[in-house]
């Protein structure tokens, strides 16, 4: 009887360890089956925005106005990072060139509404933190209050630069970098017969 209940045991053990086996090989091919699905995922996405892409000259556009905003963002707020003590005398200038009553003009209607719904999204994302910055900078940089320029506004630059940043590799990520950094010399008619 003893003999039968070790090798009960020792059957049971191996049927154990081979049921533990699969259960882990198992999961090592769910682990990988969800890293191809992920993947696959990326690259339709990447196609279908591909399929709709439109001419370079939105992409372009959009991409260059999101890249000048966040330098506009950049430029001020090293001058008010300068300007704790005393207004840096630049930061006043900067503030007036680029002074912002309404966010009226910061789109141009013909990209915004021609673009593909993902290029536009980005536009006015892109639009929203920039104006949530420059808006209130005006009236934060006075003469006659330099201890006016808030933690809080720095911080709201801080978070205006990254969310900026991020728009701009969202654009990078979609489009390859071969065709956003195709030469802009001339225009598609120039090709044509």
């Not at 930061?91 to 209607?109: C, D, F, R």
């Not at 195709?182 to 017969?193: I, M």
Request: charged share 25%; hydrophobic share 40%.
């Amino acid at each position: 009887m003893e003999i039968t209940i070790k090798n009960t045991n020792t059957i049971v053990l191996i049927l154990n360890l081979v049921t533990l086996i699969l259960v882990g090989y198992q999961a090592y091919l769910n682990r990988k089956s969800l890293k191809e699905m992920r993947l696959s995922m990326q690259l339709n996405m990447k196609e279908r925005y591909l399929v709709n892409l439109p001419k370079a000259d939105f992409i372009i556009f959009i991409r260059i106005k999101l890249k000048r905003w966040k330098n506009d963002l950049i430029q001020i707020e090293k001058l008010m990072k300068k300007s704790r003590k005393k207004i840096h005398p630049d930061l006043i200038t900067v503030t007036l060139e680029k002074k912002i009553n309404t966010p009226k003009g910061l789109i141009h209607k013909f990209y915004y509404e021609k673009s593909p719904q993902w290029l536009s999204n980005i536009y006015i994302a892109g639009a929203q933190y920039y104006y949530d910055c420059m808006a209130p900078i005006t009236y934060m940089c006075n003469k006659q209050n330099p201890n006016n320029i808030h933690k809080s506004l720095i911080s709201r630059f801080n978070n205006s630069i990254k969310y900026m940043s991020e728009l701009l590799l969202l654009i990078d990520d979609i489009i390859p970098e071969v065709y956003l950094e195709s030469p802009a010399k001339l225009s598609d008619k120039d090709f044509y017969e």
